[in-house]
T-cell receptor, first 113, second 111 residues
């Protein structure tokens, strides 16, 4: 597709379950970013990849959050032992390189019950 | 600490009533300021990048300007379809690629 694709669009999980969120970036985009967006707030940075290398993971809120991009294209954000405060929209963005504008997917809305 | 502040939080305009949204920032060594539009249930849509004070960019009814401390998004003769949340963002400190976003301005344009 032409844009960033995220799946699933909605995810409901019980507290304590593990979840995996997928991001398909724009073809050829080297840089990939994950953000978390709470209701009524701007996105907050989680982690950044350049190709398969995770260059910045300073925004990951705890060691329950893990991201990977093993072949430098598709990325997965995994959250282990989910908690209610993990409920948010998780946005993925990609760019041609780190300095170019980031283009966002429509996000995954995660609800933890 | 780097900060991005947007005002007002919400703005209601009548169709055709021009106005401006503000984004002020405190970041050392600005490496670009980005404006995005976000519709409900959607991801942010890229609008503009501004790199230096005095720079201006236009797209349809929108014009973005930049000074050393803030950016303005001017909306001329808005239409109901311009209703959305407008977000501004700057890259974090030198050497990092991540964006720091403001909380956005929720714009509602009434017919």
């Amino acid at each position: 597709g032409a844009g960033v694709s995220q799946s699933p669009r909605y995810k409901v999980a019980k507290r304590g379950q593990d979840v995996a969120l997928r991001c398909d970036p724009i073809s050829g985009h080297v840089s990939l970013f994950w953000y978390q967006q709470a209701l009524g707030q701007g996105p907050e940075f989680l982690t950044y990849f350049q190709n398969e290398a995770q260059l910045d993971k300073s925004g990951l809120p705890s060691d329950r959050f893990f991201a990977e991009r093993p072949e430098g294209s598709v990325s997965t954000l995994k959250i282990q032992r989910t908690q209610q405060e993990d409920s948010a929209v998780y946005l993925c963005a990609s760019s041609q390189d780190g300095n170019q504008p980031q283009h966002f997917g429509d996000g995954t809305r995660l609800s933890i019950l | 600490e780097d900060q991005v502040t947007q005002s007002p939080e919400a703005l209601r305009l009548q169709e055709g009533e021009s106005s401006s949204l503000n984004c002020s920032y405190t970041v050392s060594g600005l490496r670009g300021l980005f404006w995005y539009r976000q519709d409900p249930g959607k991801g942010p849509e890229f609008l503009f990048t501004l790199y230096s004070a005095g720079e201006e960019k236009e797209k349809e009814r929108l014009k973005a300007t930049l000074t050393k401390k803030e950016s303005f998004l001017h909306i001329t003769a808005p239409k109901p379809e311009d209703s959305a949340t407008y977000l501004c963002a700057v890259p974090l400190d030198t050497g990092r690629r991540a964006l720091t976003f403001g909380s956005g301005t929720r714009l509602q344009v009434q017919p």
